[in-house]
């Protein structure tokens, strides 16, 4: 069974965007189970990386993905059999390089940025997608 990681520098306050992620995390439940982790610092946050394989830091050089393009890697990452993808989000500073490092694959949503509790919502969407996508769901179209 595929485990989806969602592992963020700190918390969610903001009672509309817990709301957003739970609707996500509900959906996601249909391919795997989804943990979201949350750490108080990159410390904590480092710590919850179990290995580098499928694991995508969130960062502005990572590589810059279609929808459908994140789906064939991570479709690429199941068909390997890895059986844990771990998404690494981090705070208003971003992720350490010591963090990334400990990462195997590192992505942007844009390169613009993004309020990290807001990330959380924008991940899970485009995880949601993704999974719809090689599943051939109606959902991307």
Do not use: W
Request: net charge neutral; with cysteine.
């Amino acid at each position: 069974m595929l485990t989806i990681r969602i592992l963020c520098h700190g918390t969610l306050k903001e009672p509309y965007l817990r709301d957003a992620c739970a609707e996500y995390v509900k959906r996601l439940g249909a391919y795997g189970r989804v943990e979201v982790l949350e750490a108080k610092d990159d410390g904590a946050l480092a710590s919850y990386i179990k290995t580098r394989e499928g694991t995508f830091a969130l960062c502005v050089e990572g590589e810059e993905l279609t929808s459908p393009g994140f789906a064939r890697c991570l479709g690429e990452q199941i068909d390997r059999g890895v059986s844990t993808l771990s998404f690494v989000i981090g705070g208003s500073d971003g992720l350490p390089e010591s963090t990334k490092a400990l990462c195997a694959e590192r992505v942007s949503f844009s390169k613009m940025t993004f309020p990290h509790q807001l990330m959380r919502v924008i991940l899970l969407e485009q995880i949601y997608r993704a999974m719809n996508i090689n599943h051939n769901g109606k959902y991307h179209k």
